[in-house]
């Protein structure tokens, strides 16, 4: 779980510098309008691009890497062996708190899976 909350602080400063990546293109945007002539706009559009892909591209890459270990870092509390009601517990806070981060690939709530599962496990073993 430890693993999972420095995760997720880096990825918390990734999305940080992204967004600020973001509004430097923006600044860079507002400063430099759009030309009226065919011309002036490839130049400007060429211009752009190689300055979005120099500001941009490096804080887009360092998110995805803390994305990647974020879902690393979910993915190996899932895999925890559940061997008590405090386990549960546990993976129960963590899924409240972590299966809900907003990213930019899919979260598919790897936490919230296995508290189901064992929810149902137990279900049954409470039947039986």
Same mark, same amino acid.
């Given at each position: 779980m430890?693993?999972?909350?420095?995760a #997720?602080?880096a990825?918390i %400063? @990734?999305?940080?510098?992204?967004?600020?990546?973001?509004?430097?293109?923006?600044? &860079?945007?507002a400063?430099?309008?759009?030309?009226? /002539?065919?011309? %002036?706009?490839?130049? &400007?559009?060429?211009? %752009? +691009?190689?300055? #979005?892909? $120099?500001?941009?591209?490096?804080? &887009?890459? @360092?998110?995805?890497?803390?994305?990647?270990?974020?879902?690393? @870092?979910? @993915?190996?509390?899932?895999?925890?062996?559940?061997? /008590?009601?405090?386990?549960?517990?546990?993976?129960?806070? +963590? /899924?409240?708190?972590?299966?809900?981060?907003?990213? +930019?690939?899919?979260?598919r709530a790897?936490?919230?899976?296995?508290?189901?599962?064992?929810?149902? $496990?137990?279900g049954?073993?409470?039947?039986a």
């Open positions: 430890r693993r999972l909350v420095k #997720h602080d990825l %400063g @990734a999305k940080a510098t992204n967004e600020e990546a973001d509004a430097i293109f923006a600044d &860079w945007e400063k430099n309008p759009k030309p009226a /002539s065919k011309r %002036g706009t490839r130049k &400007w559009l060429s211009r %752009g +691009c190689a300055y #979005h892909a $120099r500001v941009t591209a490096p804080a &887009w890459q @360092a998110m995805m890497e803390a994305e990647k270990t974020f879902a690393e @870092a979910q @993915a190996a509390v899932a895999g925890v062996p559940v061997a /008590s009601a405090a386990d549960v517990q546990a993976l129960i806070a +963590c /899924s409240v708190i972590y299966d809900e981060v907003e990213l +930019c690939r899919h979260n790897p936490i919230a899976r296995v508290v189901v599962q064992e929810y149902l $496990r137990l049954k073993a409470v039947q």
